[in-house]
């Protein structure tokens, strides 16, 4: 590894997460900065008001249909009839947005969202030139990239800034509610190692090219089906799975790249995707140039798909993403998940069975007494209810389901808006937790080095 690159890693270890004051200015006020926004996330940054933030928005991008989409979606939450927002929108369009952005500097907070070929590059730019910043994932798509990311964060500690990415998985009720039961000993105990053949942690998420967002047919940008500019699966979704085996498996430990992680398998595969299949989804003729490398027999195969088995400080866990065209009727993404302790296995799934929804069930493991454990289950209730009132449990074949009030189920859309609204407290205090920097830095060296393992196996 470079001497540059050991620097930001020494760095990053000592600390980058407290970053002393940035500079809101304006008594505090947030003022956004929105970055050549490829992708639908941008906007839904902006699907609610928060206090302390500036209605007015200063949008840089090329000209073209990609910024053109972001702001007829802001306009949409402008003119919604429930709970309209109040944003005005002040654009440039020109091939200098970097630049223009960097010079007039209108803002303290960027966000981007969008093609991660140039992602890094908006991000280390921000970050030298004084700015905060909030990036959709992922930070980084390779090698890289990654020590791109090491000298992002130790350029944002030195200018003390705030880099974060919008994991917004964290703010889905049956994970949170995973978490909170993996917590009680007396219900969960305590987690399995695991081994490759049978983790302690699987997670396990299925997307579909061709969705609804907010309400509209999403059409994607060409550029979205070119893993050179997208990444590819094994480095894109999956970094809200190992985001959440971190978050969940080792709340608040700072974790160490260097010895807490050891890829056992990587592996990747394509999703097929036909000419009409595209064009319906883009709205374009197949295929852009940079597309032709990847078409075979007429047809685009996009490396979307990848399986991670890792052991994170002994435990190990897989990881594994998987990219559909399209979801079958009255389906949408779906998510599988379990951690296995040595008193019950607490498991979300999202299938037929479970008409789409998720679902949590705590399932007592062989050889507990059954009779002890749904005491302890029920004593242990209180302690959730008092965080998620309303949680309720229903005995089922295999153990309990939780009941969840829909009230909790306010969907993925909504969640971008509680990841801002966090990382702008986290702006008012001058700091992340000491654990959110060393544990990011984990989470994209777990999904860049599995791509490496997983290129060589080929």
Known sequence: MKAMTMMAVGAAAAGLAACGTMGTGGGGTVKLLTLDPGHFHAALVQKSMTPGVDPVVHVYAP??????????????????????TAWKTEVYRGPDYLERMLAEKKGNVMVTSGNNRRKLEYIKSAVDAGLNVLADKPMAINAKGFATLLEAYASAEKNKVLLYDIMTERYEITTMLQKEFSLIPAV?????KGTPQNPAVTKESIHHFSKIVSGSPLVRPAWFFDVEQQGEGIVDVTTHLVDLIQWECFPEVVLDHTKDIEIVTAKRWPTVISPEQFKGVTKKDPWPDYLKKDVKDGALNVFANGEIVYRLRGVCAKVSVVWNFEAPAGAGDTHYSILRGSKANLVIRQGKEQA?????????????????????LAASLPKITAKYPGVGLKRIDKGWEILIPDSYRDGHEAHFAQVADKYFRFLRDGKLPAWEVPNTIAKYYTTTKAREIALQAK
């Open 188 to 192: 969960f105990g305590q987690m399995e």
């Open 63 to 84: 000209a073209g249909e990609e910024v053109e989409a972001h702001l007829a979606r802001i306009k949409s939450f402008n003119e919604r009839a429930e709970k309209p």
């Open 356 to 376: 789409f929804k998720p679902t949590l069930c705590v399932e007592p493991v062989a050889g507990v007494d059954a009779g002890a454990f749904e005491q302890a």
